[in-house]
């Protein structure tokens, strides 16, 4: 702790140790009448050799000394432009494009993730460049290099993966696909695998409580997935994978542009097969599960570069997941005579469709994003049969008003709706149930300058299940001098658990389900702070993120396995319940072209089960992530190096046969490192890539309990807290044609 003191110390005295005036301000690029901002504009004091780039966001900050009078704005592709300087007061700069200049290559080194600097609520971005830096096949493996999100396997037979943000899982962080709600209820288990990696144009990991705008359920964070786009530059890619244990997938997409520059369409495709049988362990069962999908998505783009836009898009998704013992074939009935097997079939269509219109002057604007889904399950786990169907739409208007010309003032306001028709059956159980949520909301942002944002908000949801219910949310920015941003966030979020289909998972227990209510309300407190500081060390830029949040639980769907011998309860939280998330990571560019990433946190996530405040079982108490990003020069060769760290944590303890005790040595698991690395090679149109994960080949012993008597009592294949499969080797191709 003495030590902890004295970083924290040193952190807040460093920006104090020199002081100067600073000029800072937004570089923006003009295009088609439209301004974006614009990294890496070489900024500098004419005459001198002083000068900055502007970073992803074209945001810059420079030093003025009493004799710089004159900054000059110089950008390939933009008219040079020059300001003179008589005070200190935030710039907004807009470049014009040089339209005599010819074609230009410019290669430089992209970050691949970074904080933004200018959003009031924490936010992590995580672009293309990041996403290569591994095999990233889906959603679920784009997180091996991120030191906030956690991935894991829910069982150790179904192959499902789950997130943890804060701590907490996956269902307490709002899922998006292009800003709008995605990836629950059925999808909840497997969705993480239906957003393939080579798809994303980037990410965005928020964290705490986001805004109202983007409705009630944000409880630990928020995770944005943006699909390319059909207008981009980008005509054809694809991108070929094969694992040493059997994996292949392929992955396509191209733009094509049918009326000039306003309308453009996008296909996309992927096909993924895992038929290979692997059982390392010699335990009986599938290290992971025989699995097919294929996945077809079309993607529309009208925009009339006038302040009107328009986009609609449509998928068609087909899965078969196979599972349980290496014996069992799909040919053989779920029957006690038969090897132990799992089946999981999934069929999913869904579409999307938003648009919007920007007034003129700038300041008003208008949006409605919707999207609808159709999912269907079925599946039989040994014995147990679960089917289930879900038709969900998401619709939500958007009114934009800047309140003066300098847009200090500007309110967000609108209304938004939720229809959600679920069918499910489990042993002799039918359950139907359909949601109606009609809500309004309203939010109001105050910037007066480069330096502070305060954003607050608050929305009214009118349930038809659980009544009405208010949601307050309230973030804030502010910029102390030129290397240390503050940022605060406090709100509150509500969810619908669903018991069976979030939980299903579950089912692959010798154990059966219980619980009392079909569809149970959460609700919980976010509070957060997080401190951002920049420096320039040996003329290289340092970040340094040191946040703190915490998650309080009103109401809460507990997983029991503790309490009964005889079964799992899900039942509503009887005590307190709650997450405190500490976190501290270093970026920084010891050498040239090689990026750095140190990352540390500390997990202390509570609930009360059977009446006692324990640890929650099955989570890391931290994690520890070193990360080194090596490109050689012209980004000829590309080196990756990942480790993690993993704290030890609680195993669920329950009651065995007559009411006795598994041995308290039971109780824990031990640390654990994981090992990840990949070596890519850069042609004019392509790219190979090489990894290796797990590289150490470590695994949790014996993750399918009683795997010898699968339909005996003492089977459990859910208790998983580790990695359930050994080294992966896997090799790729990837091929990309943009126009010229």
Same mark, same amino acid.
């Given at each position: 702790m003495?030590?902890?003191g004295?970083?924290?110390?040193i952190?807040?005295?460093?920006?104090? =140790?020199a002081?100067a005036?600073?000029?800072e301000?937004?570089v923006?690029?003009?295009?088609k009448?439209?301004k974006h901002p614009?990294?890496?504009?070489?900024?500098?004091w004419?005459g001198?050799?002083?000068?900055?780039a502007?970073d992803?966001?074209g945001? /810059?900050k420079?030093?003025?000394?009493?004799g710089?009078?004159?900054?000059?704005?110089s950008f390939v592709?933009?008219?040079?432009k020059?300001?003179h300087?008589?005070?200190l007061?935030?710039l907004?700069?807009?470049?014009?494009?040089?339209l005599?200049?010819g074609?230009?290559k410019v290669?430089h080194?992209n970050r691949g993730t970074?904080?933004s600097?200018?959003?009031?609520?924490?936010?992590?971005?995580? %672009?293309?460049?990041?996403?290569?830096?591994?095999?990233?096949?889906?959603?679920?493996e784009?997180?091996?290099t991120?030191?906030?999100?956690d991935?894991s396997?829910s069982?150790?037979?179904?192959?499902?993966?789950?997130?943890?943000?804060l701590?907490l899982?996956?269902?307490?962080?709002l899922?998006?696909?292009e800003n709008?709600?995605n990836l629950?209820g059925?999808?909840t288990n497997?969705?993480l695998?239906y957003v393939?990696?080579p798809?994303m144009?980037?990410?965005q990991v928020s964290?705490g409580a986001?805004?109202v705008?983007? #409705?009630?359920?944000?409880?630990?964070?928020?995770i %944005?997935?943006?699909y390319?786009k059909? *207008?981009? *530059?980008?005509?054809?890619?694809l991108?070929?994978f094969?694992?040493?244990?059997?994996?292949?997938?392929?992955?396509?997409?191209?733009?094509?542009?049918?009326?000039k520059d306003k309308?453009?369409t996008?296909i996309?495709v992927h096909?993924?097969?895992?038929?290979?049988?692997n059982?390392?362990?010699?335990?009986?069962?599938l *290290?992971?599960?025989?699995?097919?999908q294929l996945q077809? /998505?079309?993607r529309?783009?009208?925009?009339n570069h006038k302040?009107?836009?328009?986009?609609a898009? =449509?998928?068609?998704?087909?899965?078969?997941r196979l599972g349980?013992?290496?014996?069992f074939?799909r040919?053989?009935?779920?029957l006690?005579?038969n090897?132990?097997?799992?089946?999981?079939?999934?069929n999913r269509?869904e579409?999307?469709?938003? &648009?919007?219109?920007?007034?003129?002057?700038n300041?008003?604007?208008l949006?409605?994003l919707?999207n609808?889904s159709?999912?269907?399950t079925n599946s039989?786990y040994?014995?147990?049969?679960?089917?289930?169907?879900?038709?969900?739409?998401?619709?939500s208007?958007? /009114?934009?008003?800047?309140l003066?010309?300098?847009a200090t003032h500007?309110?967000?306001?609108g209304?938004?709706?939720i229809?959600n028709?679920?069918?499910e059956?489990?042993? &002799?159980?039918?359950?139907?149930?359909t949601e109606?949520?009609p809500g =309004?909301?309203?939010?109001?942002t105050?910037?007066?300058n480069?330096?502070?944002?305060?954003?607050t908000?608050?929305r009214?949801?009118?349930?038809?299940?659980f #009544?009405?219910?208010?949601?307050?949310?309230?973030?804030f920015?502010?910029?102390?001098?030129e290397h240390?941003?503050?940022r605060?966030?406090a709100?509150?979020?509500?969810r619908?658990a669903?018991?069976?289909?979030? %939980?299903?998972?579950?089912l692959?227990s010798?154990?059966?389900?219980?619980?009392?209510d079909?569809?149970?309300q959460e609700k919980?407190?976010?509070?957060?702070?997080?401190?951002?500081?920049y420096y320039?060390?040996?003329g290289?830029?340092l970040q340094?993120?040191a946040e703190?949040?915490?998650t309080?639980?009103?109401?809460?769907l507990?997983v029991?396995r503790?309490t009964?011998a005889?079964?799992?309860?899900?039942?509503p939280l009887?005590?307190?319940?709650?997450?405190n998330?500490?976190q501290?990571?270093l970026?920084y560019?010891?050498?040239?072209r090689l *990026?750095?990433?140190?990352a540390y946190?500390?997990n202390d996530v509570?609930q &009360?089960?059977g009446?006692?405040?324990?640890?929650?079982?099955?989570?890391s108490?931290?994690?520890g992530?070193?990360?080194?990003?090596? &490109?050689?020069?012209?980004?000829?060769?590309m080196?990756?190096?990942? =480790?993690?760290?993993?704290g030890?944590?609680?195993?669920p303890?329950?009651?065995g046969?007559?009411?006795e005790?598994i041995?308290?040595?039971f109780?824990e /698991?031990?640390p654990?490192t994981?090992?990840?690395a990949q070596v890519?090679?850069?042609?004019r149109?392509w790219?190979?890539?090489v990894g290796?994960?797990n590289?150490?080949d470590?695994?949790?012993k014996n993750?399918?309990?009683g795997?010898?008597?699968?339909f005996?009592?003492?089977f459990?294949?859910?208790?998983?807290?580790?990695?359930?499969?050994?080294?992966?080797?896997?090799?790729?191709?990837?091929?990309t044609?943009n126009y010229?």
């Open positions: 003495r030590s902890i004295f970083l924290i110390l952190l807040l005295i460093l920006p104090f =140790i002081g005036q600073i000029l301000g937004v923006y690029g003009k295009e009448n439209e614009l990294p890496g504009v070489n900024i500098y004419q001198t050799n002083k000068g900055v502007s992803n966001e945001n /810059f420079i030093k003025k000394g009493n710089d009078h004159v900054l000059v704005f592709g933009y008219q040079q020059e300001l300087i008589n005070e007061a935030s907004d700069v807009v470049l014009e494009p040089n005599e200049l074609e230009v290669v080194k970074y904080l600097a200018i959003d009031p609520i924490q936010t992590e971005r995580i %672009n293309s460049a990041e996403l290569h830096k591994a095999a990233c096949c889906n959603l679920a784009s997180f091996e991120n030191p906030s999100v991935v396997y069982d150790a037979v179904t192959g499902a993966k789950q997130i943890r943000l701590g899982e996956g269902t307490y962080s899922l998006q696909i709008m709600p629950r059925l999808a497997f969705g695998t393939p990696g798809w144009e980037s990410i964290k986001a805004s705008l983007n #409705g009630y359920e944000s409880i630990a964070g928020q %944005n997935a943006e390319k059909p *207008d981009g *530059d980008e005509k054809l890619f991108n070929t094969a694992g040493a244990s059997g994996r292949l997938e392929f992955n396509g997409n191209g733009n094509i542009r049918v009326y309308l453009s996008g996309f096909a993924s097969d895992q038929s290979r049988r059982d390392e362990n010699s335990d009986g069962f *290290d992971e599960p025989l699995s097919r077809v /998505f079309n529309w783009k009208f925009n302040g009107y836009m328009a986009q898009g =449509i998928t068609l998704l087909t899965e078969d349980g013992q290496s014996s074939r040919t053989m009935q779920p006690p005579t090897p132990y097997g799992i089946n999981i079939e999934n269509i579409g999307f469709f938003k &648009t919007g219109y920007v007034w003129p002057n300041r008003t604007a949006a409605w919707s609808f159709r999912h269907e039989f040994g014995l147990n049969d679960y089917d289930a169907k879900e038709t969900r739409f998401y619709g208007a958007v /009114f934009t008003r800047d003066n010309v300098a500007s309110l967000n306001s209304f938004s709706f229809y028709d679920f069918s059956s489990l042993y &002799t159980n039918v359950i139907d149930r109606q949520v =309004i909301f309203s939010e109001y105050f910037k007066p480069h330096n502070f944002t305060f954003m908000g608050i009214a949801d009118f349930h038809n299940l #009544g009405t219910f208010i949601t307050p949310r309230m973030h920015r502010y910029n102390m001098g240390i941003t503050i605060g966030s709100g509150k979020g509500y619908t669903n018991v069976l289909s979030e %939980n299903n998972y579950l692959a010798a154990r059966p389900l219980q619980w009392s079909d569809v149970f919980a407190w976010n509070y957060g702070f997080a401190l951002v500081q320039t060390l040996w290289r830029e340094l993120n703190y949040f915490r309080d639980f009103q109401s809460k507990v029991d503790e009964s005889s079964h799992i309860i899900l039942a009887d005590g307190k319940s709650f997450s998330s500490i501290f990571d970026r560019q010891p050498v040239k *990026d750095m990433l140190l946190r500390l509570q &009360t089960i009446g006692q405040l324990l640890e929650k079982p099955l989570t108490r931290y994690k992530l070193i990360n080194f990003n090596y &490109t050689t020069n012209l980004k000829k060769w080196f990756d190096y990942t =480790i993690q760290f993993n030890g944590g609680r195993i303890r329950y009651p046969e007559g009411g005790q041995p308290e040595g109780y /698991f031990s654990f994981v090992m990840n890519t090679k850069y042609f149109y790219n190979i890539y290796a994960e590289l150490t470590f695994r949790q993750p399918v309990a795997a010898d008597n699968p005996g009592p003492q459990d294949a859910t208790n998983v807290w580790g990695p359930v499969k050994g080294q992966r080797i896997y090799a790729g191709l990837r091929f044609l010229q």
